[in-house]
């Protein structure tokens, strides 16, 4: 039987999502005798060397996560994509799997299925998140170890965009951490990277752009530029030029997400004011931004667009 929320054992339960270790418990009041009691009567279910579910059923991923928290010996924290999740982070769409902690280099611990340790000789206790009930390593320091965690470089410089358009953490935040990180995966793709996202990059298809203007010897862009409609109402533009004579040429990248009725839609009248107000729009596909950038910095070139 679940315990009320009003009992010293219930809030207890609540603020850890109906986990809790066995020290904790005896702590309240309760006795190791009614604790074996309640597992063997089946309402209560044990995990590890030290916690205990106030259930009998199989674990939530969130209860998971301070299972694995609670039942180690030492300094412990969710980390990574991991930490970034309960924060909320949507990493494209897709369902995260294996949980990540992260402990000392060396130090004892235990892994439960499904859970993933790294160990880490630059992870003390100033990492810990401290405004977190559940340990987790802060947001700047959990983006870049997820960056560094990806199998790709496209894909490390895509979760540290994602989490600075998330608001998770500011690109100076990521830029202030990365000399702690030591030697890592995708460094220097993701120094460059920082440095796009603080120029306003925030997608996956911005970063290819700006990095396909630096690998053809052409000008930057404005990113993620802020105009207002004819009616006063803002709008953000993928990549903008302002040209020598004074012509201003507008990039659109369209994602799939922009085949879709609604967004084919509603991209055709964004298209429509933006010309309106005297700029030349040309338009390219994410795969084109990624893959046919020889191509796309071409026809960028031949618009006016100037090296340098």
Same mark, same amino acid.
């Given at each position: =039987?679940?315990?009320? *929320?009003?009992? /010293?054992? #219930?809030?207890?339960?609540?603020?850890?999502?109906?986990?809790?270790?066995?020290?904790?418990?005896?702590?309240?009041?309760?006795?190791?005798?009614?604790?074996?009691?309640?597992?063997?009567?089946?309402?209560?279910?044990?995990?590890?060397?030290?916690? %205990?579910?106030? *259930?009998?059923?199989?674990?939530?991923?969130?209860?998971?996560?301070? %299972?694995?928290?609670?039942?180690?010996?030492?300094?412990?924290?969710?980390?990574?994509?991991?930490?970034?999740?309960?924060?909320?982070?949507?990493?494209?769409?897709?369902?995260?799997?294996?949980?990540?902690?992260?402990?000392?280099?060396?130090?004892?611990?235990?892994?439960?299925?499904?859970? !993933?340790?790294?160990?880490?000789?630059?992870?003390?206790?100033? &990492?810990? +998140?401290?405004?977190?009930?559940?340990?987790?390593?802060? =947001?700047?320091?959990? $983006?870049? &170890?997820?960056?560094?965690?990806? /199998?790709? /470089?496209? !894909?490390?410089?895509?979760?540290?965009? @994602?989490?600075?358009?998330?608001?998770?953490?500011?690109?100076?935040?990521? $830029?202030?951490?990365?000399?702690?990180?030591?030697?890592?995966?995708?460094?220097?793709? =993701?120094?460059?990277?920082?440095?796009?996202?603080?120029?306003?990059?925030?997608?996956?298809?911005?970063? +290819?752009?700006?990095?396909?203007?630096?690998?053809?010897?052409?000008?930057?862009?404005?990113?993620?530029? %802020?105009?207002? +409609?004819?009616?006063?109402?803002?709008?953000?533009?993928?990549?903008?030029?302002?040209?020598? &004579?004074?012509?201003?040429?507008?990039?659109? %990248?369209?994602?799939?997400?922009?085949?879709?009725?609604?967004?084919?839609?509603? +991209?055709?009248?964004?298209?429509? #004011?933006?010309?309106?107000?005297?700029?030349?729009?040309?338009?390219?596909?994410?795969?084109?931004?990624?893959?046919?950038?020889?191509?796309?910095? @071409?026809?960028?070139?031949?618009?006016?667009?100037?090296? #340098?």
């Amino acid at each position: =039987m679940q315990q009320p *929320h009003t009992s /010293p054992i #219930g809030r207890l339960f609540s603020a850890q999502a109906g986990v809790a270790t066995f020290r904790q418990l005896t702590g309240r009041g309760v006795s190791i005798h009614h604790v074996r009691a309640q597992v063997s009567a089946g309402r209560w279910r044990r995990f590890g060397e030290h916690c %205990i579910v106030s *259930h009998n059923f199989e674990p939530t991923r969130l209860q998971m996560m301070w %299972i694995v928290s609670l039942d180690q010996p030492g300094l412990v924290a969710m980390a990574g994509l991991t930490a970034l999740e309960t924060a909320g982070f949507k990493f494209f769409g897709r369902e995260l799997e294996l949980i990540h902690f992260v402990v000392p280099r060396g130090a004892k611990s235990r892994s439960f299925p499904g859970t !993933y340790r790294h160990e880490s000789r630059r992870f003390f206790e100033g &990492d810990v +998140d401290g405004a977190s009930p559940l340990p987790r390593t802060g =947001m700047p320091r959990s $983006a870049i &170890d997820a960056a560094a965690w990806q /199998p790709y /470089p496209r !894909y490390a410089c895509g979760v540290l965009a @994602a989490a600075v358009q998330q608001r998770l953490c500011t690109a100076s935040e990521l $830029a202030a951490q990365m000399p702690r990180v030591g030697r890592v995966r995708h460094k220097a793709h =993701m120094r460059l990277a920082i440095q796009d996202i603080a120029g306003g990059s925030q997608a996956l298809s911005e970063l +290819d752009v700006a990095g396909m203007c630096r690998r053809f010897g052409l000008r930057a862009p404005d990113r993620q530029s %802020i105009r207002r +409609d004819r009616h006063g109402r803002k709008r953000y533009l993928d990549c903008e030029w302002l040209l020598p &004579d004074g012509a201003v040429v507008v990039l659109e %990248i369209d994602g799939a997400h922009h085949m879709e009725v609604e967004h084919w839609e509603a +991209d055709m009248k964004r298209e429509r #004011g933006v010309v309106i107000s005297g700029r030349r729009v040309l338009r390219a596909t994410a795969t084109e931004a990624r893959y046919d950038q020889a191509e796309l910095a @071409a026809d960028l070139e031949a618009s006016g667009i100037p090296r #340098g």
